[in-house]
Structures are given as structure tokens and as C-alpha cells.
């Protein structure tokens, strides 16, 4: 299947909720979960609405809608990020030298939770995703908040949410060198904050340095975040609710380092 190829399958599958039939029967029925996967996929790629899911799926857009709903509350797609994160660890895949931070807007169509008036979008609803890259770009955590939310506050979350990955050799890993990011997560609580965790820290000061330093290792993360806003549902955002909106970015993380381990084992 070109959307679930076998070895994506193979990361996916032991990950998935067991079906549990309810003894006094109905409730929703059993269906072909790649083909419910692949619909997902193709929702998060093309940018459609559920009502338009092919029927050559093989599978109804209630269906999957409502499968993807439980998926999401079962926490699948973080589960699936750091399954994947951690073969492309194991392959020596990340770069720990250091870490790479930023964000970018996008529109809220339906408003919801975790959305907030756009300051660069003349204050309409719209909200922020949050990227935490490795040193070549790979995104390692992401995040969702409202679109008026500092970015300075987003820092402390995304270094926590790193989670502890498998290396080469030796224990796992959470921890980067360093840690990348422009003047708008400059303050002086996230600098000690920092440093007492032993992270150095390569944050532009505000009339002190300039950005122009940071733009040889800004345009990493400004790809990782293109690369991202390719997955067409994450242009604009269509979900009432935050969690579904922070599950497709989650998504589109895990594939994005997909197609980075795909590289490495060819």
C-alpha cells in the first residue's frame, strides 16, 4: 500500500488499541485497521474533509473518523513518533549535538481549544505549532498552543517533552548539547533553566546579538517546519478540538522522521 508501506505497517501495528468486542454486542464493528490508518494518512496529506475519504479505502469516513478519535485518545501518534525516533536512534539517525527550536501560525477556522487571536494575522483565531528539532532538522518534539501564546513559555514544555531515545551505543537519550532558538525565547529564567539541566545556550539576547549567527542552523528548522506544513491538514486548522489538531501535527512528525529512516536503510 504506497500510503502504509510494509515497514511503516510494522512500526504501527503492535502500537494499536486491541479491538475489544462488548459482551452484549453492538458497537462499532471490526474493520481492516491499515486501510483505517492509510485513510488517516490520506486525510492528513491531502487536507480533505473525512466526508471525502475514497471509497476505495475500503473503509466508511464515519469509520475511520471514529477510529482516528480513538486512536487519539489512546495516544497512538506520540507512542508512534517516539517508536520511530527510536530506529532512527538505534541507526545513529540523531544528531544530540544540539537542539533547534521554533514555531509557526497558522488560521483556526472553527476557533476551539488551544487557539487564540493571531497577532501577525490581524488577531483572527489561529493557533501555534511548536517544533524541537535535532541538530540536522529532525523533529524530536511539537506542540500545539493558541496563536497569541509567548513563544518564550514554549521553551520549558519542549525541552521536557524531549523523550529518552535509543542510541547507537550505550543508554538512551534526552539531553542535546545545546539548544538553538531566536530572540523570542530569550529571558533570563530559561538561560538558568537551561544551564542547570546542562544545556548550553545559543539564544539570541535582544540588542546584544544579532539573529544573523543563528540563520546558519535557523533554516534547519525553518525546512523541518515547512516540511510539516506540506501535510496539507495542518495548513489551516479545521479541528474543533485541540487534541485532534495537536494528533495530526504528531502524525506528520512521525512520518516526516519515517522518511529520514527510510534513507538510512536504503
Known amino acids: 500500500m504506497r500510503l502504509v508501506p510494509d515497514e511503516l505497517w510494522d512500526l504501527v501495528r503492535p502500537l494499536l488499541p486491541v479491538f475489544v468486542r462488548r459482551p452484549q454486542g453492538g458497537g462499532t464493528a471490526p474493520a481492516d485497521e491499515r486501510a483505517v490508518f492509510a485513510a488517516v494518512v490520506f486525510v492528513l496529506t491531502s487536507g480533505c474533509a473525512w466526508r471525502h475519504v475514497p471509497p476505495s479505502f475500503g473503509v466508511s469516513p464515519a469509520t475511520a473518523h471514529r477510529r482516528f478519535t480513538v486512536w487519539t485518545e489512546a495516544g497512538l501518534w506520540r507512542l508512534l513518533h517516539r517508536a520511530v525516533l527510536d530506529e532512527l536512534g538505534a541507526r545513529g539517525g540523531l544528531d544530540w549535538a544540539s537542539a533547534i527550536v521554533d514555531a509557526a501560525s497558522v488560521r483556526a477556522k472553527k476557533g476551539g481549544a488551544l487557539t487564540g ?69 530569550h529571558s533570563a529564567d530559561n538561560r538558568v533553566w537551561l544551564r542547570e539541566r546542562g544545556i548550553a545556550v545559543r539564544i539570541a539576547r535582544p540588542g546584544i546579538e544579532s539573529s544573523e549567527r543563528l540563520g546558519r542552523h535557523r533554516w534547519k528548522i525553518e525546512r523541518t517546519i515547512a516540511w510539516l506544513l506540506g501535510y496539507r491538514r495542518l495548513t489551516v486548522r479545521y479541528e474543533r478540538k485541540g487534541s485532534h489538531f495537536l494528533a495530526f501535527l504528531g502524525l506528520a512528525a512521525a512520518l516526516t522522521c519515517y522518511k529520514k529512516l527510510t534513507k538510512l536503510t536504503t
Open 117 to 185: 487571536p493571531n497577532p501577525v494575522d490581524r488577531g483572527k483565531p489561529g493557533s501555534k505549532l511548536h517544533v524541537l528539532s535535532d541538530a540536522q532538522g529532525i523533529p524530536v518534539v511539537v506542540g500545539v498552543s493558541a496563536a497569541n501564546t509567548n513563544d518564550v513559555l514554549a521553551l520549558k514544555p519542549l525541552v521536557r517533552g524531549i523523550p529518552a531515545v535509543r542510541s547507537r551505543r550505550g543508554p538512551r537519550r534526552r539531553r542535546p548539547g545545546k539548544l538553538r532558538a531566536d530572540k523570542a525565547y
